[in-house]
């Protein structure tokens, strides 16, 4: 499998672009970018940042990873968008078909962003609905969050996720349902 590395300017399967690379490498002019470095994404008009996904043979600038196609973009978007090389001339080449799911990837992500949260009251984070017997998450269900002071209604994704909110407005969170 070929994961090609990730340059300035390269997409995300969002539409978002990365707009930062602080390699001090270059393919063809182009900056590399690593690991922590920013993206735009138009989807959920946030800026994001480059996290490490899947196997990959260790190579970094500065302590930081280089960044390789499938790796994900953590800003607001429920689902992690994926990275989308532009260029075609410098890959890792990895044994067998190493890819992590998309849903393993997205609960890392998830993972990440809700640590990443608890650090910056301004961030955002999501909840994850689930039956309670099945512990299946409720995709497509209206749910509402009650907070101290307000009480926000939504539908969950097909991942059984909330809209974001505020990570200061989780110490607000007075309770949840799911709406039939």
Known sequence: MKRYHITLGASTSAGGKVISASSACLINGVRIALEGDQIFCPACKSPGKIALCGTRIPESWNGKQVALQDDLCLCRCPSPPRLIAIQSLKCQILDGDSAT????????????????????????????????????????????????????????????????????????????????
Do not use: H, N
């Open 101 to 180: 799911s998309p849903e393993a990837a997205a609960s890392l992500a998830r993972q990440q962003i809700q640590s990443d949260a608890l650090q910056d009251p301004k961030d955002q984070i999501v909840l994850r609905l689930l039956d309670d017997y099945s512990q299946q998450p409720l995709a497509a269900r209206r749910y509402r969050l009650e907070f101290s002071d307000k009480v926000v209604e939504g539908q969950t994704d097909s991942d059984g996720y909330t809209a974001p909110f505020d990570a200061a407005d989780r110490k607000q969170l007075v309770a949840w349902q799911v709406i039939e």
